[in-house]
T-cell receptor, first 114, second 111 residues
Framework: GAGVSQSPSNKVTEKGKDVELRCDPI?????LYWYRQSLGQGLEFLIY????????KSGLPSDRFSAERTGGSVSTLTIQRTQQEDSAVYLC????????????FGQGTRLTVV | DAKTTQPPSMDCAEGRAANLPCNHS???????VYWYRQIHSQGPQYIIH???NNETNEMASLIITEDRKSSTLILPHATLRDTAVYYC????????????FGAGTTVTVRA
C-alpha cells in the first residue's frame, strides 16, 4: 500500500483479555515506531525497531506489553491481560534508513478495554 | 523529555499567516528541527524540517534563528483545515532515534 496500514482500526476487548495490534509499514522502510495516545493526551513513545531488532523499548509501560517485527516488515504489538488504563489510540509510524527523512504515521488502532 | 517549548494554544484568522514559535535552547549541532501536526482523530503528519537554513515547501516555511535556539513555523495562508495540534521536535541527524512529542500548540483557525 501507499501508506502505513494499521489493523484493526477499532478494537473493543474485555478486561483481562489479550489483544494484538498490527502495523504494516511502508514498503522498504526499515525503521518502525509504536506510540500510544490516551484521550486528550500527547503521543507517548512505546518502542522503536530498526529492521527486526528493537534498540529502544524504553517506553513499554509494563511487561504486559511486547512487540515484535518479522522480516523487517510487519510489526505486532501485543498487550496481555488488558486493563482499562490501556484504552488509547495506538499509532504506528515508519521511516526509511536514510538520514533526515520524515516518519509516516498510520491512522491508528483505537483500543477500548471494558 | 521533548527538549522544546511551545505555547499551548493560539488562534489565527482564516486567510492570514500563522506564525508558530518554538524554543529549543539546548539543541546540539547534530540535531534537526522537525515539525508535525495532528488533525483531530488522525495520525500525525510531517510538515517540514531543517538544520540551520530556512526551509520552504508546499505546506509551510521554517525560519531558524542564527543561534538555532528557536524557530518559527509559518503557514502562509491558514485555512480551516489547518486547525490541528502542531508539534516542534528536535532529533539527531540519524534516524536511529525516536521522535519525542511534547504537548504541542493547538492552533485554531477561525473564519
Amino acid at each position: 500500500g501507499a501508506g502505513v496500514s494499521q489493523s484493526p482500526s477499532n478494537k473493543v476487548t474485555e478486561k483481562g483479555k489479550d489483544v494484538e495490534l498490527r502495523c504494516d509499514p511502508i514498503s522498504g522502510h526499515t525503521a518502525l515506531y509504536w506510540y500510544r495516545q490516551s484521550l486528550g493526551q500527547g503521543l507517548e513513545f512505546l518502542i522503536y525497531f530498526q529492521g527486526n531488532s528493537a534498540p529502544d523499548k524504553s517506553g513499554l509501560p509494563s511487561d504486559r506489553f511486547s512487540a515484535e517485527r518479522t522480516g523487517g516488515s510487519v510489526s505486532t504489538l501485543t498487550i496481555q491481560r488488558t486493563q482499562q488504563e490501556d484504552s488509547a489510540v495506538y499509532l504506528c509510524a515508519s521511516s526509511s534508513r536514510t538520514e533526515n527523512t520524515e516518519a509516516f504515521f498510520g491512522q491508528g488502532t483505537r483500543l477500548t478495554v471494558v | 523529555d521533548a527538549k522544546t517549548t511551545q505555547p499551548p494554544s493560539m488562534d489565527c484568522a482564516e486567510g492570514r499567516a500563522a506564525n508558530l514559535p518554538c524554543n529549543h535552547s539546548t539543541i546540539s549541532g547534530n540535531e534537526y528541527v522537525y515539525w508535525y501536526r495532528q488533525i483531530h482523530s488522525q495520525g500525525p503528519q510531517y510538515i517540514i524540517h531543517g538544520l540551520k537554513n530556512n526551509e520552504t515547501n508546499e505546506m509551510a516555511s521554517l525560519i531558524i534563528t542564527e543561534d538555532r535556539k528557536s524557530s518559527t513555523l509559518i503557514l502562509p495562508h491558514a485555512t480551516l483545515r489547518d486547525t490541528a495540534v502542531y508539534y516542534c521536535i528536535v532529533r539527531p541527524r540519524s534516524n536511529d532515534y525516536k521522535l519525542s512529542f511534547g504537548a504541542g500548540t493547538t492552533v485554531t483557525v477561525r473564519a
